[in-house]
């Protein structure tokens, strides 16, 4: 089936550094959904990316929707200590039903010890 | 402003019982889907409804059924219940747009526990 690759799975961040990262996939979309997760809350969603190409902030954070439609990256600029978390992407296919959201399997962001 | 709506916020269930969930949508979505995630898992989808007519059907089990009602609120019917059915449901709502759907926003899910 489709399946979206999130990477990196998981990483550590000291205050202050940038973070990136990035969903890929052998499919095109329509829609890129970047989406924060704190444990046993509903996912947040933090930017909707709607046009191949399409470069959007949202504060610290910065998306773009791969020009090629088959990829997204997530930027954190600046990285705070609330920004730990579990941030998944999600995409609705080209040609897909009505806007079943298919998730990748999340970026775990945990403070440098 | 008004958030997606579930209930309960958590749910314990014995073994072959069965659970029913709700979902409120936002006011003026049409769409609800059903998500299912397990500890340490990507949410998994289950089922989308769009106009109270199922829209897209994922990894849903025969023993799970879910419906949209005229006021667009959601129920995800669980029966005969299993230890692995244990899991965080979430529900989500958007507004169909000519065809296509906006961003999805999720309420704060139901948590099952099986035993």
């Known amino acids: 089936g489709q399946q979206l690759n999130q990477s990196p799975q998981s990483m550590f961040i000291q205050e202050g550094e940038d973070v990136s990262m990035n969903c890929t996939s052998s499919?095109?979309?329509?829609?890129w959904l970047w989406y924060k997760q704190d444990p046993g809350e509903g996912p947040v969603l933090l930017i909707a990316?709607?046009?191949?190409?399409e470069l959007t902030s949202n504060g610290r954070l910065t998306a773009q929707f791969g020009i090629t439609r088959k990829d997204s990256f997530l930027n954190i600029s600046a990285s705070i200590p609330s920004d730990v978390g579990i941030y998944f992407c999600a995409g609705q296919l080209k040609g897909g039903s009505q806007g079943n959201l298919i998730f990748g399997k999340g970026t775990k962001l945990s403070v440098k010890p | 402003a008004a958030g997606v709506i579930q209930s309960p916020r958590h749910l314990i269930k014995e073994k072959r019982e069965t659970a029913t969930l709700k979902c409120y949508p936002i006011?003026?979505?049409?769409?609800v889907y059903w998500y299912q995630q397990g500890p340490g898992q990507d949410p998994q989808f289950l089922i989308s409804?769009?106009?109270?007519?199922?829209?897209d059907k994922g990894s849903i089990p025969d023993r799970f059924s879910a419906q949209q009602f005229s006021d667009y609120h959601s129920e995800l019917n669980m029966s005969s219940l299993e230890l692995g059915d244990s899991a965080l449901y979430f529900c989500?709502?958007?507004?169909?747009?000519?065809?296509?759907?906006?961003?999805?926003?999720f309420g704060q899910g139901t948590r099952l526990t099986v035993v």
């Open positions: 990316l709607y046009k191949a190409g």
């Open positions: 006011p003026r979505h049409d769409t």
């Open positions: 989500a709502s958007s507004k169909n747009h000519g065809g296509m759907n906006t961003e999805a926003f």
């Open positions: 409804f769009y106009e109270k007519m199922q829209s």
């Open positions: 499919s095109i979309f329509n829609t």
